[in-house]
């Protein structure tokens, strides 16, 4: 079967076997290796991606599923060498220890804040709620729940700074 993607803004047209995973298809084929496979099962989290912007673990998706959608990976989530606001902000808390499951966990993480964007920063409860699908042997997790409070927090930095009314000099 011929499939049509959009991987990372480029259009790929390719035939797929039937049972071939979309993480085989990245990292194999595609030479998108930062999606990486952990487990196989679903489990991990190490293999999401984002497809049609919600994150989905690639080692659970036939490609064939994927057919007319838009993917991206961790290398299509910033431009050239400068990092996001949420992957900056793993870097300064230390949220990235071996970086193994750091891909999935910053595809996940970005649905999160996308999601939360137009409204409140999720709780610290809510962002652990929400790594339940990424699993991290080095961090403990407590200095990624810091890294996306820290992202959320220079997020609304700037909207803050907007509506603040502008000072005025009266000579």
């Not at 996001?84 to 990235?96: F, I, K, V």
């Not at 970005?110 to 962002?127: K, M, N, R, V, Y």
């Amino acid at each position: 079967m011929n499939v049509e993607l959009n991987v990372n803004g480029v259009p790929e047209r390719f035939p797929a076997e039937p049972a071939e995973l979309l993480v085989e298809r990245l990292r194999d084929r595609l030479g998108l290796t930062g999606t990486k496979v952990g487990c196989d099962t679903g489990q991990c989290g190490s293999c999401v991606v984002r497809l049609d912007g919600r994150s989905v673990k690639s080692c659970l998706l036939l490609t064939v599923q994927a057919d007319g959608s838009r993917v991206t990976t961790i290398e299509g989530v910033a431009a050239g060498q400068d990092l996001t606001g949420l992957q900056e902000a793993l870097r300064q808390e230390h949220g990235t220890q071996c970086g193994f499951c750091t891909p999935g966990m910053v595809m996940s993480l970005g649905e999160l804040l996308d999601d939360s964007s137009q409204g409140p920063a999720p709780t610290e409860p809510e962002i652990r709620e929400w790594l339940t699908g990424n699993l991290c042997r080095c961090t403990g997790y407590h200095s990624v729940v810091r890294g996306v409070q820290r992202a959320c927090a220079a997020a609304a930095e700037p909207a803050a700074a907007a509506s603040r009314p502008a000072a005025t000099t009266e000579g």
